[in-house]
């Protein structure tokens, strides 16, 4: 299985900055995924982040909301932007490799907004 | 819409018995189905898939069983140990995963 780091663990922000989370593996994969889990919900596919092109976002989430950068297989950035207490979550960087059906997790940054 | 669904937010066992972990799903669609363990501060883990065209898995101690005409999976744990206990999650694939709300299984001495 790939080694996912992500960075920062955990954050307190203020409401109205943006959080820039950052995603590096191991090993150069096919996909990554961002995911967000909420209080008490289970976890929500926010986008697909494409190498070298726009993320591919689900149905609630935008582009100028959470942009996404993936600028080679193994490094992907989520930013959380104009942050309000609504996007107190945690998020999960998520990779997959072709050929395979499993998508392993990173540990997730558990953001705070206050 | 709640495509994957898991009614049982809670599960309590004791240490050596079976735990069963149930999920339901909409779109017969699907492909692959999958089991996550989760703990507090940690990313999902992995746990155990099946393919829509098998009716059961098993790796060790963990089972997991797929009725196609219920749309249902259900995950078997024997025996349950104090270790097992967590936040599990039922995902079901095509393309992309989409995970159930999650059932939290103690396991007790």
């Known amino acids: 299985s790939a080694v996912i780091s992500q960075k920062p663990s955990r954050d307190i922000c203020q409401r109205g900055t943006s959080l820039t989370i950052q995603c590096q593996v191991d090993s150069q994969v096919t996909m990554m995924f961002w995911y967000r889990q909420q209080p008490g919900q289970s976890l929500t596919l926010i986008a697909t982040?494409?190498?070298?092109?726009?993320?591919?976002?689900e149905s609630g989430f935008v582009i100028d909301k959470f942009p996404i950068s993936r600028p080679n297989l193994t490094f992907s950035t989520l930013t959380v932007s104009n942050m309000s207490p609504e996007d107190s979550s945690i998020y999960l960087c998520s990779v997959r490799s072709q050929g395979r059906t499993e998508a392993f997790f990173g540990q997730g940054t558990r953001l705070t907004v206050v | 819409d709640q495509q994957v669904k898991q009614n049982s937010p809670s599960l309590s066992v004791q240490e050596g018995r079976i735990s069963i972990l149930n999920c339901d799903y909409t779109n017969s669609m699907f492909d692959y189905f999958l089991w996550y363990k989760k703990y507090p501060a940690e990313g999902p883990t992995f746990l155990i898939s099946?393919?829509?065209?098998?009716d059961k898995n098993e790796d060790g101690r963990f089972t997991v069983f797929l009725n196609k005409s219920a749309k249902h999976l259900s995950l078997h744990i024997v025996p349950s140990q104090p270790g097992d206990s967590a936040v599990y999650f039922c995902a079901a694939s095509r393309y992309k995963l989409i995970f159930g709300t999650g059932t939290r299984l103690q396991v007790f001495p």
């Open positions: 099946i393919s829509s065209i098998k």
């Open positions: 982040a494409n190498q070298g092109s726009e993320a591919t976002y």
